[in-house]
């Protein structure tokens, strides 16, 4: 299974078209993973259409979350600091990725 990060901003999706086109190429299983995600911006909002166009699902999400960027230095995820959020988002995330690599 192929997973696509991809961040509902600007950059992201300009140049989103050129990953999307060596995935199609593999032939393989693959879908988005939106990442920094914030459901009350604009681009949040019209991300969804977009990514629709590339014929891959969205396989989850991940939110925008300080816990994410703090555990870098320290080679960690920020589900690994304590942040309950952030430990839910990952479990959830994990099980949509087994799920869609059985499904998809």
Known sequence: ???VPTRPTAAD???IKQTVDLVH?????AGFILNAFRPQLVEAKEIGPILAG???PI?????DRVAYSRGLPAGLGGHELGDEQAQEEVMKLAK???TA????
Do not use: Q
């Open 101 to 104: 690599r059985n499904e998809l």
């Open 54 to 56: 590339y014929s891959l």
């Open 96 to 98: 949509k990725v087994m």
């Open 59 to 63: 396989i989850g999400v991940l939110g």
């Open 25 to 29: 190429a593999s032939k393989r299983k």
């Open 1 to 3: 299974l192929i997973v």
């Open 13 to 15: 999706l300009v140049t």
